[in-house]
């Protein structure tokens, strides 16, 4: 009877644990990545129009997405949609997510139970979770949430990520200043609308300029006895600081003196007319 043979020995790696690492990082697929913040860009698009958006003032995911891929290269791609559900609304919804879906979306969709229900967190904890598996290359985030997003961001693009917040310039101030997140307007996305969002937006003037038409006839004021006793729009009256120096109403630094102050300006009306927007999008660079 032939003697049992002795089992195989385990094979010890040769790698040292640095060259362990190394061949992981080389596993990992370069990733750009787009998170949206349903929520969030609703309640803002609800705010800049001053109602519920109808469905032609909704943005165009297929346009979205093909803006997202023309800067993706040969990097892997995933667009993530975050939303949330009320239980009145579940039925509606499903129509809206299945399209979505069929764009090459994944869809993240919690409960509304409470209003503290929100989808922030679980973009966050996606984004992390991505950073672990992927090398990203490229974060677009469309939320204008500043709260919990600026410093995560910041920290994704020292770790030398891209990172670009895509959402509305009255909302995301913290985009526009921070110098290492680029912002884009969504508005500035080719395609992304079907109509003008009728907007006063006097940083995206074209050189030779444009027309910003009345919001209602000047004979609607005739209609309106009290109009006429409303004073005439002016630019923000100067405060006076303790020590006499004039400052800017709601602000602490120090206002232009008077004679450098320029002539006061017509008030600013709704966009009705659509000022064209410049022909690449406007983006803050690091």
Not at 61 to 86: K, M, P, Q, S, Y
Not at 93 to 121: N, Q, T
Not at 184 to 194: H, M, N, R, S, T
Request: glycine share 8%.
């Amino acid at each position: 009877m032939d003697a049992p043979r002795p089992p195989e020995p385990v094979r010890q790696s040769a790698d040292r644990p640095g060259d362990r690492s190394e061949r992981r990082e080389t596993e990992r697929r370069d990733l750009d990545l787009l998170v949206w913040d349903a929520p969030n860009i609703d309640m803002t698009l609800s705010s800049i129009l001053g109602s519920r958006p109808a469905s032609s003032d909704r943005p165009r995911f297929d346009a979205i997405a093909r803006w997202f891929l023309a800067e993706a290269a040969d990097h892997e791609v995933e667009g993530c949609v975050f939303t949330n559900v009320h239980p009145t609304s579940a039925v509606s919804l499903r129509g809206w997510i299945e399209a979505l879906r069929s764009f090459g979306y994944a869809v993240f969709a919690r409960p509304k139970v409470h209003p503290e229900d929100d989808v922030d967190d679980a973009m966050l904890q996606h984004i992390a979770s991505r950073q672990a598996s992927h090398r990203l290359r490229r974060v677009v985030v469309a939320s204008g949430d500043g709260r919990n997003f600026l410093l995560p961001l910041e920290e994704l693009h020292r770790a030398g990520v891209r990172v670009v917040v895509l959402s509305f310039a009255e909302v995301a101030g913290y985009a526009q200043e921070s110098p290492l997140i680029e912002f884009v307007d969504l508005e500035d996305v080719p395609g992304a609308f079907q109509v003008s969002l009728g907007r006063t937006r006097l940083t995206a003037l074209p050189p030779d300029g444009g027309w910003f038409r009345p919001t209602r006839p000047m004979r609607a004021l005739l209609e309106e006895g009290t109009a006429l006793d409303h004073p005439h729009p002016h630019p923000p009256a100067a405060d006076h600081g303790r020590d006499g120096d004039p400052v800017r109403a709601g602000g602490s630094g120090p206002a232009p003196h008077p004679e450098d102050a320029p002539a006061p300006a017509a008030p600013e009306v709704g966009e009705v007319g659509r000022v064209p927007a410049p022909h690449a999008p406007r983006a803050r660079t690091a």
